[in-house]
T-cell receptor, first 113, second 109 residues
Framework: EAGVVQSPRYKIIEKKQPVAFWCNPI?????LYWYLQNLGQGPELLIR????????DSQLPKDRFSAERLKGVDSTLKIQPAELGDSAVYLC???????????FGPGTRLTVT | GQSLEQPSEVTAVEGAIVQINCTYQ??????LSWYQQHDGGAPTFLSY????GLEETGRFSSFLSRSDSYGYLLLQELQMKDSASYFC??????????FGQGTELSVKP
């Protein structure tokens, strides 16, 4: 069974440029999460989807970040415009609805210069 | 606020036993999970405690005491490949997972 797929794995952009990350969850997983992980810290939830509905986006900086999960499968996270402080690893995870175990993708390492 | 405290670093030798402690302060606490993350890799689920007591999975065990807001991960028969970061994470009734800062475990020969 394929795991959570994310692309790109690495991205380097200049500040003020837009960037987008893509995630394909494990087949059959209704719940999809986007996390941000800074170096030496634990993942922090940005947004959680149940199917195509964003049920928790309280930690998403909505002035520059947006996300979508059309058709309740793949998801895209966008930053526009990027700032230096956005440099981090962006992790996508998925799970069955109500399950405690989350399956993480390898992440996208973003560097903003 | 919501927070989890765990040691930043732990060092142990191959074959030894190590315990990583975690204290938490979260509203609507439901259970405690543990994740392993190797350098540059994805976090991987290790265990979940929804009830007080010990859960054992092979060389790894996890413990929870709700009355003390405390849990730990116990790793036995340490191997070099166990060198990684270990995160405790509190699962709340809203379905949200809140991670600690992580403990970097170094296993020496």
């Amino acid at each position: 069974e394929a795991g959570v797929v994310q692309s790109p794995r690495y991205k380097i952009i200049e500040k003020k440029q837009p960037v987008a990350f893509w995630c394909n969850p494990i087949s059959g997983h209704n719940t999809l999460y986007w996390y941000l992980q800074n170096l030496g810290q634990g993942p922090e939830l940005l947004i959680r989807y149940e199917n195509e509905e964003a049920v928790d986006d309280s930690q998403l900086p909505k002035d520059r970040f947006s996300a979508e999960r059309l058709k309740g499968v793949d998801s895209t996270l966008k930053i526009q415009p990027a700032e230096l402080g956005d440099s981090a690893v962006y992790l996508c995870a998925s799970s069955l609805a109500g399950a405690h175990e989350q399956y993480f993708g390898p992440g996208t390492r973003l560097t903003v210069t | 606020g919501q927070s989890l405290e765990q040691p930043s670093e732990v060092t142990a030798v191959e074959g030894a036993i190590v315990q990583i402690n975690c204290t938490y302060q979260t509203s609507g606490f439901y259970g405690l999970s543990w994740y392993q993350q190797h350098d540059g890799g994805a976090p991987t689920f290790l265990s979940y405690n929804g009830l007080d007591g010990l859960e054992e999975t092979g060389r790894f065990s996890s413990f929870l005491s709700r009355s003390d807001s405390y849990g730990y991960l116990l790793l036995q028969e340490l191997q070099m490949k166990d060198s990684a970061s270990y995160f405790c994470a509190a699962y709340n009734q809203g379905g949200k997972l809140i991670f600690g800062q992580g403990t970097e475990l170094s296993v020496k020969p």
